[in-house]
């Protein structure tokens, strides 16, 4: 992203979200009533508006509203089950304009930190007082480029964070915007302030996806690329296993959104949702010694 500017990416993000009220019922598989005004105060009444249910019957959105619809759902679902399981901390790692805190009681007893960029994270903050929501958040700022990742545990312990409590950390739509480098000390700063037992779902694509591009995927390559924020990063799924466990991490699950689209839409609607190289993974840490986030 450029620098003291709001993420545009994540903000397209949020909004396809609430546009998942423009959906039939039966394909809505999660609700975020503040998504979209984080792009443009006009947007949410509009999509209130009757006609706009038009705008989800055109074909690319379509498919970028139930892709959205289905990464959170499952993203949402993780965190059900970690609360359920006794977890009491959740971190948004580039949290964007998540509202997780907000829009899911089963954290009402909950610590949700947010870490992200200034600018982004400001603009966040703004909006939410404008339209009168109070998040029960801690936030953090947190200039990535310009600060070492392995200081971010011990900030983030600053604001309340215990590190010696299970955590589930979120770091959802991020990893395709880093370098290799970047990948690794996230992973073992993220391990840093995760006890063991602790959790972490990421969003990934595969490195096909960015090795050979369709058209569709370069296209959209270029218009991320203009908003300063380009695709860098993808695994090969088959190696992402041994890549966590270098770094103390156990891949529990590694689910591709075709997989989860078909669990969780109607066939005819899931076929829209068909593409293998968007993923997720799930990972805990081990029953061991946290790595340190220096090495």
Known sequence: MREGTPSRTAAWVASARQMGRLLPPELRLADDPYGAAFSSSRLPRLLGESRSRTLAQLPGLRTWI??????????????????AAGGRQLVLLGAGYDCRALRLPELAGSRVFEIDHPATQGHKRATLERIGAVSPSRY????????????????????????????????????????????????????????????????????????????????????????????????????????????????????????AARELLPAEHAAHVSDPERRIALATAPESIAISASQ
Do not use: C
């Open 66 to 83: 139930l892709y959205m619809q289905v990464r959170t759902r499952v993203l949402d679902d993780a965190v059900r089950t970690f609360v």
């Open 140 to 259: 953090l700022e947190w200039n990535f480029e310009a600060r070492a990742m392995p200081e971010l545990p011990g900030a983030l312990a600053a604001i309340g964070h215990d590190p010696a409590q299970r955590s589930l950390t979120i770091w959802e739509g991020v990893t395709m915007y880093l370098t290799e480098p970047a990948i690794d000390t996230s992973l073992r700063a993220i391990r840093a302030w995760s006890a063991p037992g602790s959790q972490l779902a990421m969003t990934y694509f595969a490195k096909s996806r960015l090795a050979e591009p369709s058209l569709a995927t370069r296209a959209i390559q270029a218009i991320v690329a203009r908003f300063g924020e380009p695709w860098r990063w993808g695994w090969i799924p088959d190696e992402l296993p041994a890549y966590l466990a270098a770094r103390d991490w156990a891949l529990v699950r590694d689910l591709p959104m075709s997989e």
